[in-house]
């Protein structure tokens, strides 16, 4: 399909969904939905809890934590033991301490970095285990920032909703539903579903036997992107056939994983009661992540400087290193930046191949905090976040003590907000200096000089941000990398996660300013705007030196910028 | 029937607050030589109180910096090493010397009140009834002293016996005297004022230390000034930035070293001070005092800090009718005669009723029977003239057994009755009219005769009807307090253009509106200075007292203005504004100009490694010492630069959020990025004319 095709297919799409899926979520988790609820009251009981027994911020976080902490656990030891448990038709022993915590952190906290091949490490048992936390995490991060969302339009109130409800609703409701459908056009679409072990094919005549991996695939497929998951069943996530079979799987990946953090904008406009405030949070996600499309497709649309560097002056496409000649340089890069941007990760490319300045786009997108429009949930908690610091400096310039919807903001929400939003960056930063000054982190890089210096910088990027995008190039499946990562990835997800509740409970205690002609507007271009400027800003100057070092040193190292 | 013009005494001059600093002692000029001097040195004290610079992260961080590069300097001696040292030494002076300028002002301010309070001596009463002299120093609470023409009151008080008038220009700056006197709203003094006449005895209410000047010292000179809401909030966002740019610059270090390069100590100190909030974090202090200094300089004493920000939030503003919209008095305007009487004759009576009547409203009732129908005054022979009293509402004058009485309608229609007499079939009529009008009738009866009806206009300021628009501009609500009925109200409201208007006002109905107006979010100012108003001064968001008023309404209040001027709440609701705006804005400014900073020095850092990042020296700065030293060098001038818009305000003008968000963004976050790519390349082309290397 071609590319301009494409765009249009899926700004399409997305609009419907945005409106309708947008409005549906809100009506979901404001109890308005109950055609399930045949599973959903039994389910209540059995938690014993119920949508009326709502939580403060501290009980809430304190269930997110515990919930998360028994699924880290769980997952372990599923790893861990998967060579005595049942669905291993391959006989694959367990995994090692440090790669089963690296994994288990990863699928729990939405990151899905995978330092391990689907096919040839994980029995179909631990696959499907990691299925459930593709489920259940994005179901956390939504409950997040719908707990914040809460926050921002009730009253003097005491409470943020409750967990366990919240998670079972987005389940249900949401995350089952659309995955199942979505599942099935995998299927039809000729993805691969079994629970058959691998086929061994003997090539006769080069007397070689080649194993064909199989599996769950398809339906795994769907919840990898729709939950902005991106650990896929094979190591070649949807650069492999059986994953993303055609051009319209491919589409469908990226309307999938793209589909609900834009479409939370609209809830979140929804539950505060002006859709105009969820548009101009829209506005902002299309702005960053349209122009980082357009930059990185455009790198990517251009020959690639090494094959130039050998003599190949003339190259008829962009850069196809790595690529599928099926998908193409503008699509792929239209999937990395939707995968990257989305806190997905997943890849129909290797993005180690892109050109510098094209890895550049990807990278800088995950730089920017995941919430253009980020993860399922997080990214809109994010983005709230940074709408919180934009109007405390813009509010300050308008003469008034800064409010938003309403809510006063005030040195507990600049601190709490400040916190969660710098952490991010900080971990990233202390991580990648530690890695490049030990012997474990500098053996890791597959190459030297700015690029091995670009994929440990891009690891822990990925990882704090809960990307899971992986560059490659970097033996990740260390010690050192797994136990580091997963360190990374915890920080990066409940560091940020902790202070959002407990500002969704600041916010939600405060008294509701009424708006006049004074109150600085958050609906129009010009809160769109600072919005921008302060996640570039943020993002820019906390990351340039690092990136300087990085793809910008090795792009001029060609030369210029743009091939 | 022709209105009377009605010249305006002093027609609200404050209204624009342009009328030159005057009182708390004499204001000098921003910039006064002498208080740079002062500041210069206060500066170098501060930077050696170790504690007060650790409550500023952003400048403690480059005051550690620099102790660093000092010892790097002393190990390592190099022109380019001391020069970064000196130049953050020279940046953490100048935001000292930024906060000391702030000071500065209110230092002399309170040097002067320090002089007048110490001098006076106080004569005080025994219980036995003699008097005996002490230091104005010694009285406690509930001493009781007497003050004789010429005497210094010794401190605040209340007057329990006599009349007197008083010089408060020690404290107003207003020349003209004041009459105090025992009773009512107009029994405080204040401590430092001179009796001009008679004697008055005053029970002393503050106890010693705790006098209003001594606030005043205080405040003046911010000796406990509390950080704001709002700047801590602004600290905070500061320290986080502060923090989030060491591992920034620390992980340069591992970053270099896995790429080959080494990067000096001194640089990387250099980075960090060039990219952590300095201009903001030195300023920050010098913005919130300078604000506070601004309220004095209009004779408005803040109690703190939080009240100025508050009245930057300010939603709803309560005004009283009298003073603030309208000239402070009514003025009669025409006579109308009801029952078949002519306006003469009710002009005659009238002026007869009020011939003693010393109230402005009185006198202009006598002015206007003498310009429209030449009544003069008379003798009278036998009489005696009724004053006002609150039971009878009625005031007039009895010549022989002739009663001529003027009043309210309903207090005259009263009187009528008793005595026999009826009511005209057109009386009601008449004053539902002129109350319509938005002025007030008063009624004129001789004996058990209704004569006819007065009507009192009331005069609206000239230019408030354009300073409601702005306001409503802004976004705020005006709201007129006032005790007339709602037909008066309405019109005057109508007139004077405000939101809505409370009639029929009393303390109970003035408080219910503001709790109606809080409970629906909104943050309220108002102005008071009857003991009465004192629970409504309270209550309110901003409440600021009138000078004149008594001691509890000053208590009760958050605000006091000296020159007892209700519309100057206008004003402080603009100095609130501005503070924030100030700060809002400088901190964007600080934040935008790290763009053109790293463009200086990040390819300066590593250009020895790789050179081909020199296509990120946009600036083509002559050399990485150059660039480094350029880059320090603008971070610390322009903290200079900035004091004088610190220290004014970043200017203000009422007009919609939007529209001053538009403004500020540009030049502040625009030429934020913008200008240090100039200043940084300008000062490079002198540095490399120096030949300093």
Known sequence: MGFFLTIVVLVAALALAWRYLGSYMAAVFEGRVHWMAWVERPLYRLLGTSPEHEQSWKRYAGALLVFSAVTVLF????????????????????????????????????????????????????????????????????????????????????TVGNFWVDVTRCLLYILLPIAFLAGIVYVAQGGVQTLAGPVHIHD??????????????????????????????????????????????????????????????YTFGKMVGSRRQGAALLAAMVLIFGVWVGFTSYAEHQPNPAVAAAGLRHQPTGNMEGKEVRIGDTSTALFGVASTQTSTGSADASYDSFNPIGGF???????????????????????????????????????????????????????????????????????????????????????????????????????????????????????????????????????????????????????????????????????????IGSIILVGALTFFPAVSLGPIVEQLSHGRFFG | MTDVTVTPASSGGALHGKEGPHGVAQARRLFDPEILGHAAVDALRKVADLRAQAKNPVMFVVLIGTVVTFIEAIAHPGIFTWSITIWLALTVWFANFAEAMAEGRGKAQADTLRQMRSATEARRLRPDGSEERVLASALVKGDTVVCEAGDVIPSDGEIIEGVASVDESAVTGESAPVIRESGGDRSAVTGGTK???????????????????????GLVEGANRHKTPNEIALTILLAVLTIVFLPVVVSLQPFGQFSGATISVVVLIALLVCLIPTTIGALLSAIGIAGMDRLVQRNVLAMSGRAVEAAGDVQTLLLDKTGTITLGNRMASRFVGVGGHSEQEVADAAQLASLSDETPEGRSIVVLAKERFDIRQRDLGQHTFVPFSASTRMSGIDLGSRQIRKGAGEAVKTWIVEQGGSVPADLDAVVEDISRAGSTPLVVADGADVLGVIELKDVVKQGIREKFAEMRGMGIRTVMITGDNPLTAAAIAQEAGVDDFLAEATPETKMELIRAEQSGGKLVAMTGDGTNDAPALAQADVGVAMNTGTTAAKEAGNMVDLDSNPTKLIDVVEIGKQLLITRGSLTTFSIANDVAKYFAIIPALFAATYPQLDSLNVMRLHSPADAVLSAVIFNALVIVALIPLALRGVKFRPSSAASILRRNVFIYGLGGIITPFIFIKLIDMILVALHAY
């Open chain 1, 204 to 265: 006769m005549l080069n007397g070689v036997t080649q194993t064909i991996a199989r599996g769950p695939i398809a339906f795994m497929t769907s919840i990898e992107q729709l939950g902005t998951n991106g650990g896929g069943f094979l190591n070649a996530n949807a650069a492999a056939a059986f994953e993303n079979p055609t051009g319209l799987t491919n589409l469908l990946d990226i309307f999938l994983l793209l589909c609900i953090p834009f479409s939370l904008t």
């Open chain 1, 361 to 531: 786009g990807l990278l800088s997108g995950i730089m920017l905090g995941e919430e253009t429009p980020g993860g399922t949930g997080s990214g809109l908690y994010t983005m709230l976040l940074f709408a919180v610091i934009a109007v405390f400096i813009g509010g300050l310039m308008i003469g008034r003590t800064p409010e938003y919807l309403g809510k006063k903001i005030q040195a507990r929400e600049v601190k709490l907000a400040g916190f969660a939003i710098l952490i991010m960056p900080i971990t990233v930063l202390v991580l990648t200096a530690l890695a490049v000054s030990v012997h474990a982190g500098r053996v890791g890089p597959l190459n030297g000089g700015p690029h091995g210096f670009s994929e440990i910088l891009y690891a822990f990027t990925s990882q704090a941000n809960n990307n899971g995008s992986a560059f490659a190039g970097l033996s990740g499946n260390t010690a050192f990398y797994n136990t580091l990562g997963g360190l990374a990835m915890l920080i990066g997800r409940f560091a940020i996660m902790v202070p959002v509740l407990a500002l969704a409970g600041s916010l939600g205690e405060k008294e509701v300013v009424p708006t006049g002609l004074g109150t600085f507007r958050t609906d129009n271009a010009m809160f769109v705007g600072l919005v």
């Open chain 1, 75 to 158: 997952t372990y030891l599923v790893l861990r033991l998967q060579g005595s448990l049942p669905l291993n038709p391959q006989h694959l022993g367990g995994l090692s301490p440090a790669l089963s915590w690296n994994t288990a952190v990863s699928f729990v906290t939405n990151t899905n970095w995978q330092n391990y091949g689907g096919e040839t490490a994980l029995s179909y048992l631990s696959q499907m285990t990691l299925v459930v936390q593709q489920f259940l995490s994005p179901a956390v991060g939504i409950a997040v920032a719908i707990a914040l969302v809460r926050g921002l339009s009730r009253r003097k109130a005491a």
């Open chain 2, 195 to 217: 009796v001009l006449s008679d004697r008055i005895v005053v029970r002393i209410t503050a106890e010693p230390g705790k006098t209003f000047i001594d606030r005043m010292i």
